[in-house]
């Protein structure tokens, strides 16, 4: 028997390092943990189920089936408001105060239900690459609650932001040059002939197309915002409308150029800009591969994605078959995001989703609300998103998550402890709410049966070395002892901070 | 010194207070002052300066607020052309021993005049048309390396993280100091240090977390409470909790507390009232319990809020959004007094006061007057006021 048991040892020894001579020729295919890694780099978590169809596929078709999958529309049906044609005008001067009340209050519930609806929807999507790209786009294209006011304008801007989030870059931007919520978020409604109002026109070059300080002047900032004049809204209806007698249609000189332009031709010039593209390579790239982009690479990406005319399937695709990407030394860099990591958790866990109000309360505590981004250059993401009182807040929620079940009798619904959300959060308010989001917490989210959990994984999944591998991207700062009871040993894993990383 | 040594000597918990004042002469030694605390008030929502130290003199004040205007026997003089709002009066203590500077007009260029905008902008020190990520005081201390024995960087009482945000500084937000002892109990200590900078960092804010609550607990020991009569409300509650760290020698460059609800744009009087008087009250007996315990040399409070109001009272007996605003500046080493040009009511900028002093002219005064920092390049030029005793 010696003799042979050795010699499946070296056949065993010699396995990986047939395959890594073997890499650079031939086309490598996945592995389990290459599967986990794309699909929790595009998406928010990896199940077994998941994992088993990429396994074996090489790095192309991997990487062409999920663009394949990729939706333009949600599966989840939107809230039936969205579906009403709104008005945006608060009550008029008769109405009472009751009525006003009831109104902001009206607007306050459609916003948190507005937020339940996306969670579900990046929990159910078939497809959770077009989740992660709509939140990127939300994060690029910024509009947040807090100033826009009116969910019905944000619930449209998301379904725009999906339509495109795969599709053409182009049609992205000037579909937002002209989306009502941006509108109002930038000022745009402002901007009238004779008295022009510069936001939107700066952060289109600034935030938008060029990166900050890249190849335009304060000059061209000035001239694109008098060739956006009149891009405006029609407030009975909530929609779109140019206004000829707001626009300013005189001669413009912008980026070397002279015409009477008006917004779309100013953004047909931008386009034309060989920059653009690498700024969008360059942030694509720190979403889904690293915080340093590595200029070589995402220099001859971008060159692909301008060639393809903004196509984001050809970026995508580039950027997820770059080796960097699948680069041992790069996986597990990055910094899980509050909303991966609230959708991540309860997808792998197969836990039922918070209320709505406990997760607008949650994105507020880890710096991350969907629909409300904190400023016009969004979440800056990152380890940034890690400091001492998020990290606390997410161990909290994983502690929570990981408890089991709340036993009948101490599930009560804790009246009164939240109210809607009032026009502007005073301190007292944060103070208040950080405490009922603790109690909800504990009251109202369930925790996952880690026990039953482990019980269903695959057979291949049970045993210490593979659930790890399943859950974490990088070894556990503290492995959980091998011998605990497979339920610790989960928890012991989702608790530590390698949990927070993919 | 001799005080505070004859007062630890007393103190039952010996055993700290053998380390602090080691703490303090070494924060001493770092280059700037780090064992200066500056207790940062946020007035959030846009204090109406002009109804805080009012022009009571002037005619144009009664004509602009008919029905806001504060009855001029009510008001605590100043001087012959302004006066304080009677909530304030326990602020009369302070004046009258000069430790009260009061920086009128205080603004910036374009201001504006959206709630989160105009915070962003005074919590970052941005001109109105720039946008910076980073609080001011991140951007100013966040550089110098941390002394082993400082509690934090900063402690938030109230509000958001605002001027203290940013990667650079070690900022800890405690509303209640017990629950985040409880938080940080739950954390596994970890030892490695990776090449993994993602998991680096992650295990740097671990460790910060971890000294923070075992400094915490020492100085919750040696300073179970504070007396004093802390006025009812979030604010006292806050300031008590700061006087409590500061009596402590907890070293803690920042102190934020934070009092909300002074966007008043209807019926203004009664509950600007009753916020000033937290102020006033909360303000007053932080000083002297600050005192008591003998470190009120040490303490810096500064003022400010994201507007002051229009100068006209609106049409639902309140005032909305509008620019400059009178600031207070309270501390032993406050030059007490009037600082900056009244308040020109017949000289209004589209219905405001004008501003005539840079908000980040009162930030310089903190960084390189009080902390002893060299000029920062983080104020834009502003530099510093002469509103501290050398």
């Known amino acids: ?502 | 010194m001799r005080r505070r040594e004859f007062l630890l000597a007393g103190s039952a918990a010996a055993a700290f207070a053998l380390r602090s004042p080691q703490a303090l002469a070494q924060a001493r030694a770092a280059g700037w002052r780090a064992d200066r605390t500056l207790v940062l008030v946020e007035l959030a929502g846009g204090n109406d300066g002009l109804n805080t130290v009012v022009p009571y003199a002037d005619p144009a004040y009664q004509r602009l607020r008919p029905a806001i205007a504060i009855k001029r026997e009510a008001i605590v003089q100043l001087d012959e052309k302004l006066g304080l709002h009677p909530s304030l009066a326990a602020l009369g203590e302070a004046w009258k021993a000069g430790e009260l500077a009061i920086v009128q007009g205080v603004g910036y260029d374009n201001p504006n005049r959206s709630h989160f905008r105009s915070i962003d902008i005074w919590d970052t020190a941005s001109g109105s048309n720039r946008l910076l990520t980073e609080g001011w005081v991140s951007r100013v201390i966040g550089a110098s390396r941390r002394q082993a024995e400082r509690l934090a960087d900063a402690v938030v009482l109230g509000g958001g993280a605002g001027p203290v945000g940013g990667a650079g500084l070690r900022a800890v937000s405690m509303p209640d100091p017990q629950r985040f002892l409880r938080q940080a109990e739950g954390m596994k200590a970890a030892d490695a240090h990776p090449a993994n900078p993602a998991l680096a960092h992650l295990l740097k804010v671990q460790h910060e977390i971890q000294d923070t609550a075992r400094e915490l607990r020492g100085v919750l020991a040696r300073a179970p409470d504070v007396r004093g009569e802390f006025p009812p409300g979030p604010l006292g509650q806050q300031l008590r909790v700061a006087a409590r760290l500061i009596a402590a020698k907890a070293v803690v460059p920042v102190v934020k507390v934070a009092l909300g609800g002074f966007d008043t744009h209807a019926n203004q009087p009664g509950p600007h009232a009753n916020l000033l008087r937290q102020l006033g009250d909360g303000l007053a007996a932080f000083r002297k319990a600050v005192t008591g315990a003998g470190r009120w040399g040490d303490v810096l409070v500064m003022t400010y809020s994201e507007f002051g109001r229009r100068a006209a009272q609106n049409g639902s007996n309140g005032t909305d959004h509008g620019t400059a605003a009178p600031h207070f500046v309270l501390g032993a080493r406050a030059k007490g007094g009037l600082h900056g040009p009244a308040p020109d009511l017949a000289d209004l900028a589209n219905g405001d006061v004008r501003h005539a002093i840079d908000y980040r002219r009162l930030y310089a005064t903190a960084a390189q007057t009080w902390w002893g920092f060299a000029r920062t390049g983080a104020f834009d030029g502003h530099a510093p006021l002469p509103i501290l005793k050398a």
């Not at chain 1, 995001?337 to 959708?343: D, H, Q, R």
């Open chain 1, 1 to 502: 028997m010696r003799p042979v048991r050795f010699a499946l040892l070296a056949a065993l020894v010699a396995l990986p390092a047939l395959a890594a001579a073997q890499a650079p020729s031939a086309s490598p295919t996945l592995t389990a943990d290459d599967a986990r890694h794309l699909l929790v780099r595009t998406g928010f978590a990896a199940l077994p189920a998941e994992i088993a169809k990429f396994e074996g596929l090489s790095r192309a078709e991997a990487v062409k089936r999920i663009l394949a999958g990729a939706r333009a529309e949600a599966v989840t049906p939107p809230p039936a408001w969205t579906r009403e044609v709104r008005d945006l005008r608060p009550p008029g001067r008769a109405a009472s105060p009751e009525e006003r009340r009831a109104w902001q209050r009206q607007r306050v519930e459609e916003g948190l239900e507005l937020v339940g609806w996306w969670y579900r929807e990046m929990i159910a999507t078939p497809s959770p690459l077009t989740e992660r790209m709509t939140l990127f786009w939300h994060n690029h294209f910024t509009s947040a609650f807090r100033k826009v006011r009116a969910p019905v304008l944000l619930y449209r801007q998301n379904a725009t932001l999906r339509q495109h989030a795969l599709g053409s870059f182009a049609k992205l931007v000037h579909a937002m040059a002209a989306d009502p919520a941006m509108i109002v978020y930038l000022d745009s409604l402002q901007n009238r002939r004779g008295f022009p109002n510069e936001n939107f026109a700066r952060e289109l070059l600034e935030l938008f197309t060029l990166g900050e300080g890249q190849g335009y002047t304060e000059a061209d900032i000035k001239e694109a915002a008098r060739a956006f004049t009149g891009w405006s809204l029609e407030r009975e209806t909530a929609s779109y409308r140019f206004r000829p007698f707001l626009h300013d249609g005189g001669e413009k000189t912008f980026m070397g150029r002279t015409g009477r332009f008006n917004g779309t031709d100013v953004i047909d010039i931008v386009l034309q800009q060989p920059r653009v593209a690498d700024y969008i390579a360059e942030k694509a790239w720190r979403e889904f591969v690293s915080e340093k982009p590595d200029p070589a690479a995402t220099g001859r990406i971008a060159g692909r994605f301008r060639a393809s005319g903004y196509d984001i399937k050809v970026l995508l695709g580039e950027l997820l078959l770059a080796p960097q990407f699948w680069a041992p030394e790069n996986r597990g860099r990055l910094v899980r995001s509050p909303v991966e990591l609230i959708v991540g958790t309860l997808r792998q866990f197969d836990l039922p989703q918070p209320d709505d109000r406990i997760l607008a309360l949650l994105g507020r505590a880890l710096g991350q609300e969907p629909f409300n981004p904190p400023n016009v250059k969004g979440w800056p993401g990152g380890t940034a998103w890690i400091n001492a009182n998020t990290l606390l807040v997410r161990q909290q929620l994983l502690r929570r998550l990981t408890a089991g079940e709340i036993p009948a009798a101490g599930r009560q619904t804790a009246e009164g402890e939240m109210e809607a959300e009032a026009p502007s959060m005073t301190p007292e308010e944060r103070t208040r709410r950080q405490r009922a989001l603790e109690r909800r917490m504990a009251r109202r989210l369930d925790g996952a049966d880690l026990d039953a959990w482990y019980a269903k994984l695959d057979r291949r999944w049970q045993t210490p070395e593979r659930v790890t591998a399943l859950l974490v991207a990088v070894k556990p700062v503290n492995p959980p002892r091998p011998d605990s009871d497979p339920a610790r040993f989960v928890r012991d894993l989702v608790l530590d901070p390698a949990f927070q990383l993919k």
